[in-house]
């Protein structure tokens, strides 16, 4: 639950730009298609995940402005889904992100301990955007 309004928090958490900001581990992320986020932008992100350095390109399956981002794995270690979703509540904004995929290669063998990491990460990073939109790192209209 986040104290302010759904469309900033959806377009600050929907901007590939502040992604090194709010999520754990993301180093760099960097549009490969032109603006603006639409279905078919392809986002490549390098970030670190259970002492690894991974680097991979996400395609935008389905946006609903202010409410919806969904997003499939184009190159990556293995695939995956990622979906963020935002919903109007008393007093702010439900935030919530759902992680799919099937861990591959290396990846596999460490498939116990990932769903647990994948959990708690996503916490943490769902605490920071928090922590921003709240604040005035968020910008006035939830752009940074």
């Known amino acids: 639950m986040i104290e302010r309004g759904r469309q900033d928090v959806a377009r600050y958490a929907t901007d590939p730009a502040n992604d090194p900001v709010w999520i754990g581990g993301i180093t760099e992320a960097q549009m490969l298609t032109d603006p603006p986020l639409a279905e078919g932008t392809r986002v490549r992100r390098v970030a670190s995940f259970l002492g690894k350095r991974i680097e ?70 769902l605490k920071t955007l928090k922590r921003l939109m709240e604040s005035d790192a968020g910008g006035p209209e939830g752009q940074r």
Do not use: H, W
């Open 56 to 125: 991979y390109v996400n395609e935008v399956v389905e946006l609903r402005p202010d409410s919806l981002l969904a997003m499939r794995s184009v190159q990556s270690p293995f695939p995956m889904r990622v979906t963020y979703e935002f919903k109007e509540a008393p007093g702010g904004t439900l935030a919530r992100i759902r992680v799919q995929g099937k861990p591959e290669g290396l990846y596999r063998l460490a498939g116990p301990a990932m769903a647990p990491a994948v959990r708690r990460s996503i916490t943490r990073d």
